[in-house]
């Protein structure tokens, strides 16, 4: 993976989930990992055909291979917080991770 590429940073989230006395769930997100990455909409010909696999894929998000990174994440990039639905190894060589990620809703 060239480095120009990765010209966007992102901070990988994991979500942490605790009750209180009455059962009450509470949901936190705390910072896995701040990397440089690739921020891709998704063209609409790449849309169309990722839609039959996953109804609402938006971005690509491209990275050097960090381990532990799983779909049960979110990815944050400037305002804009996104689902990670799939990971994938690029290659299966542990170098790049290639996130498809929804939402892109601006983080209150």
Partial sequence: MRAGRLRH???LQSKSVSR???GGE????????TVPAEVQP???????????????VSVRVRLRYVSGVNPA???QH???VYDVLEVID???RNRELELLCTGGAVNV
């Fill in 9 to 11: 940073t992102v901070t």
């Fill in 20 to 22: 209180d006395a009455v």
């Fill in 26 to 33: 509470s949901i936190t997100w705390s910072t896995f990992a």
């Fill in 42 to 56: 998704l063209s609409g010909r790449e849309y169309v055909a990722m839609r039959q696999a996953q109804a609402d």
């Fill in 73 to 75: 994440m979110r990815v």
């Fill in 78 to 80: 400037g305002s804009a």
């Fill in 90 to 92: 690029v290659a299966g």
